[in-house]
T-cell receptor, first 112, second 114 residues
Framework: GNSVTQMEGPVTLSEEAFLTINCTYT??????LFWYVQYPGEGLQLLLK?????DKGSNKGFEATYRKETTSFHLEKGSVQVSDSAVYFC???????????FGTGTQLKVEL | DAMVIQNPRYQVTQFGKPVTLSCSQT?????MYWYQQKSSQAPKLLFH???????NEADTPDNFQSRRPNTSFCFLDIRSPGLGDTAMYLC?????????????FGSGTRLTVV
């Protein structure tokens, strides 16, 4: 079956530090890959996506590249801000389907 | 703004007492979903509707039911909540965008069973 594995949190960084949150997946076929962000007390918001190998998704300074050879979709940001503190979920969607499969989420805490 | 609205934001119910969570959308999306998210775990799909077609996940307990009376509304009914049903319940809708379903999530209902 499909699955997503994320690095465990919490990840605690100082403001302006570099962020990497690792995500690997197992799926049949060629999934679309997503990063969602959940701010405290809120629902999930789509952060970025990539639909095929070597695609790079980007938004709000975050980037992730779809690596088929390593089945990975690591999230990166060059300089984090306190406002980036949230829980980040990696997810996949297999072709022809509507159902997202999520990782367990990684909590990011950014301190001044 | 078009959105997905869940009510209530917080719900406390007694063990075994039926509870209903509601979700409404102004997006006119044809697919609606209910996810259960327990503390520090991934959201888990319970069921979804494609228009009026109901699709139950194989491991969703019988205790969980859903109704979708029209395009805009969807309800989650828990017939006899147990302590293990304490969780955040997320409603979502989707539409196809560039060939890929694009989800919109509500803010969730945090259910506590006591």
């Amino acid at each position: 079956g499909n699955s997503v594995t994320q690095m465990e949190g919490p990840v605690t960084l100082s403001e302006e530090a570099f962020l990497t949150i690792n995500c690997t997946y197992t799926a049949t076929g060629y999934p679309s890959l997503f990063w969602y962000v959940q701010y405290p007390g809120e629902g999930l918001q789509l952060l970025l996506k990539a639909t095929k190998a070597d695609d790079k998704g980007s938004n709000k300074g975050f980037e992730a590249t779809y690596r088929k050879e390593t089945t990975s979709f690591h999230l990166e940001k060059g300089s984090v801000q306190v406002s980036d503190s949230a829980v980040y979920f990696c997810a996949l969607l297999t072709g022809g389907g509507n159902k997202l499969t999520f990782g367990t989420g990684t909590q990011l805490k950014v301190e001044l | 703004d078009a959105m997905v609205i869940q009510n209530p934001r917080y719900q406390v119910t007694q063990f075994g007492k039926p509870v209903t969570l509601s979700c409404s959308q102004t997006l006119n999306h044809n697919v609606m979903y209910w996810y259960q998210q327990k503390s520090s775990q991934a959201p888990k799909l319970l069921f979804h509707y494609y228009d009026k077609d109901f699709n139950n996940e194989a491991d969703t307990p019988d205790n969980f039911q859903s109704r979708r009376p029209n395009t805009s509304f969807c309800f989650l009914d828990i017939r006899s909540p147990g302590l293990g049903d304490t969780a955040m319940y997320l409603c979502a809708t989707s539409r196809s965008f560039e060939g890929v379903p694009r989800y919109t999530f509500g803010s969730g209902t945090r259910l506590t069973v006591v």
